[in-house]
Every structure is written in structure tokens, then in C-alpha cells.
């Protein structure tokens, strides 16, 4: 063989090799690829004979939920705490806390009432009550503050806490409602009937964001004293 014909050869036999491994890389990319079963977020359905609130869920959009929210069907979930509170303008307290003006009000903060160590301890971490505290709170007070003395077990249905806190912030309510961020609408439809849980992995309750700034009766322009 000259040595032209085997470069010939040569050449042929390492052009077969890469025709294959190129064959081989082109079909396993084509083949080999799971099939994505479903595009976007699972939804998982709450367990309906699960105990309380227990599972992790993933914060609601306030900014898509609560204008949508049933605030009268709040009202009516508010007929479960009326035993110990009212939400009147200048109400008494009772066995627990006037609840007027809640939303964005410090946690414990309220005049008169003698609030436990947990409750006073959870407004020395959060400067107010958010939208997404009290959806945690309301999912179940004990489990939220060790040591409260709200002895409720709390409104399992995200709807529940979702039209109860639209109903709460419409009496005396000093946080503004935000703008929807349609990336976090996984969240559940108030109105739905069944309690859709939200998405998996859930964020830990966090530190409250921009919430600060109304931590007790609001004068415009002068942040509340702590
Ligand atoms: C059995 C009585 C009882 C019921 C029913 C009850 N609560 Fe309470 N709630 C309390 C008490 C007592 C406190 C004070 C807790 C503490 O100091 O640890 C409290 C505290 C709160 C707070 C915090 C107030 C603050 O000033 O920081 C909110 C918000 C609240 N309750 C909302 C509700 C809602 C909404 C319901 C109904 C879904 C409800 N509660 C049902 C007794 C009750």
C-alpha cells in the first residue's frame, strides 16, 4: 500500500468513526430525553383529612388574591372569632384583642389587652402584621406562636384565611394591597371550593419585607414609634 492509499484508508475509516459517534450522540440527544410529563407548576390537592395546617405552602400572590377575595365571605368565617374578638372602630377587647386596624398593626401592640410572652415576643421580630404572617397565624396560632393564648385551631382552607384576612384589612387595614406578581400565581383561588394547596417547596416564613414602616396607628408621614 503507498502511503498515499493509506491515508486513503486512514482517512475513510476515521471519517466511518466520527459519522458513528456523531450518529450516536445526534440519537441519544433525540431519544434519550425524558419527555417533560407536565409544562409548569404541579398543583398538589390537599390532603382533606389532614389535621390542621400542616403542610408547607407556598405564599399566596396577595397582589392577585386579595382583589379578588370574598370579603363578605370573610365576614361570615369572622362569625368563628367573634367569640373572642370584634373588629369594630374603638372596640373592646376581649377575651382576645380589638382586632380594628390589624392589618399592619404591630403583633401584641394592641392598648389594654395583656398579651403572652410568645405574642409580644413575635412583635419584637415583626414590625406588623402582613398579609402573609396572618395567612400563617390563622393556619394555626399555636403552631405559628408557641405559648399564645389564642386558643383557636386555626381555619384550614386558604380561602378561609384568604377572604378573612380581605375582610380584616377592610376594617381599619393599613397595609396597601400590592401589585399582582402573576410569577407567584400559583397561589389558590379564593373562590375555589375544594382548597387547592399550592405549589411545593415553600419559603419559610421569612423576614418580613417592606412592612414597616405602619407599625402601629398610622399618622402619614411619621413612622410609627417602636
Ligand atoms: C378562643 C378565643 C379566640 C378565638 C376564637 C380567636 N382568637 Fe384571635 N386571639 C385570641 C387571643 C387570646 C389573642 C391574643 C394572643 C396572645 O396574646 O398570644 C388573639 C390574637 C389574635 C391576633 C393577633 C392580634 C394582635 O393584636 O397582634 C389576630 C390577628 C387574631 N387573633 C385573629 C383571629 C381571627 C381572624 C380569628 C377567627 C378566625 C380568631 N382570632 C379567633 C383569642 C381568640
Not at 407567584?184 to 415553600?202: E, F
Amino acid at each position: 500500500m503507498s502511503s498515499l492509499n493509506f491515508n486513503k484508508v486512514a482517512g475513510a475509516v476515521l471519517a466511518t468513526g466520527l459519522a458513528v459517534v456523531g450518529l450516536h450522540e445526534l440519537s441519544s440527544g433525540v431519544f434519550d430525553k425524558e419527555p417533560v410529563a407536565k409544562p409548569g407548576y404541579m398543583v398538589e390537592v390537599a390532603a382533606e383529612t389532614g389535621g390542621g395546617a400542616a403542610a408547607p405552602e407556598v405564599p399566596p400572590d396577595w397582589g392577585t388574591v386579595l382583589p379578588k377575595a370574598d370579603a363578605a365571605a370573610g365576614a361570615a368565617v369572622f362569625e368563628k372569632c367573634k367569640s373572642c374578638h370584634n373588629a369594630d372602630n374603638g372596640g373592646a377587647n376581649a377575651t382576645g384583642p380589638n382586632l380594628w386596624g390589624v392589618v399592619g398593626r404591630a403583633p401584641g401592640s394592641h392598648p389594654g389587652f395583656a398579651y403572652s410572652d410568645g405574642m409580644k415576643a413575635e412583635g419584637a421580630k415583626l414590625p406588623a402584621w402582613d398579609y402573609q404572617h396572618l395567612y400563617e397565624f390563622l393556619a394555626g396560632p399555636q403552631k405559628y406562636i408557641s405559648g399564645t393564648k389564642m386558643s383557636f385551631v386555626g381555619l384550614k382552607k386558604p380561602e378561609d384565611r384568604i377572604n378573612v384576612i380581605a375582610y380584616l384589612h377592610a376594617q381599619g387595614g393599613t397595609l396597601p394591597i400590592p401589585a399582582p406578581n402573576p410569577a407567584a400565581a400559583a397561589a389558590p383561588a379564593p373562590t375555589a371550593s375544594t382548597g387547592p394547596a399550592p405549589a411545593p417547596g415553600a419559603a419559610p416564613a421569612g423576614k418580613p419585607t417592606a412592612t414597616g414602616t405602619t407599625a402601629t396607628v398610622p399618622t402619614p408621614g411619621v413612622p410609627a414609634a417602636k
